[in-house]
């Protein structure tokens, strides 16, 4: 079965630095890759979604997410980190059903 | 106009007890999901219903009993609570349960068992 390994469970950033999160897959087909986010005391909300139509792939709230298959990653990504960035980031691969990697609970600091 | 309700928010009830949780989405989508997650964070789907069909029962213990009355609607009932069902259960829906087809979620019910 398809699944993702997120490097990482806590990011922490400065205001206004590039954020960087980190997610492998392991796949023996074009896998269908997914970022989500949560802040706290919400259900997810998706970020982004590769579908094998462009390796980089945008998102809303500024991130977007590189697919290079010749590393099996799935980074996400975004220039300049907001306070409001501040949440748990989740990758997912979807194989009949949605499974999600452990999560990586970003900090950004004032 | 909330996509996917869940009620209720918060449920805290002794072991032993049933208990239920209910969920509607107002998407027009086909499948319905419910997944767990832990005090860690870590996410695992337990039941994938399509237009009332179950689909995925994941190694879930038979007090778990989900109930689709409509494509809509998926119901949660767990039988005998015990202490390590305290989690925050997620209700989600996406179109046809199709794999590039995004998840969309509720808000959670969390539940703690005393």
């Known amino acids: 079965a398809q699944s993702v390994t997120q490097l990482g469970s806590h990011v922490s950033v400065s205001e206004g630095a590039l954020v960087l999160l980190r997610c492998n897959y392991s796949?023996?087909?074009?896998?269908?890759l997914f970022w989500y986010v949560q802040y706290p005391n919400q259900g997810l909300q998706l970020l982004l979604k590769?579908?094998?139509?462009?390796?980089l792939v945008k998102g809303i709230n500024g991130f977007e997410a590189e697919f290079k298959k010749s590393e099996t990653s799935f980074h996400l990504t975004k220039p300049s980190a907001h306070m409001s960035d501040a949440a748990e980031y989740f990758c997912?691969?979807?194989?009949?059903?949605?499974?999600f990697g452990a999560g990586t609970r970003l900090t950004v600091k004032p | 106009d909330t996509a996917v309700s869940q009620t209720p928010k918060y449920l805290v009830t002794q072991m032993g007890n049933d208990k239920s949780i209910k969920c509607e989405q107002n998407?027009?989508?086909?499948?319905m999901y419910w997944y767990k997650q832990d005090s860690k964070k870590f996410l695992k789907i337990m039941f994938s219903?399509?237009?009332?069909?179950?689909?995925i029962n994941e190694t879930v213990p038979n007090r778990f009993s989900p109930k689709s009355p409509d494509k809509a609607h998926l119901n949660l009932h767990i039988n005998s609570l015990e202490l390590g069902d305290s989690a925050v259960y997620f209700c989600?829906?996406?179109?046809?349960?199709?794999?590039?087809?995004?998840?969309?979620f509720g808000n959670g019910t969390r539940l703690t068992v005393t």
């Open positions: 989600a829906s996406s179109r046809e349960g199709a794999d590039n087809s995004p998840l969309h």
């Open positions: 796949s023996s087909v074009p896998p269908y």
């Open positions: 590769y579908t094998s139509a462009a390796t």
């Open positions: 997912a691969v979807s194989e009949k059903s949605m499974r």
């Open positions: 998407l027009g989508h086909d499948t």
């Open positions: 219903y399509n237009n009332k069909e179950l689909i």
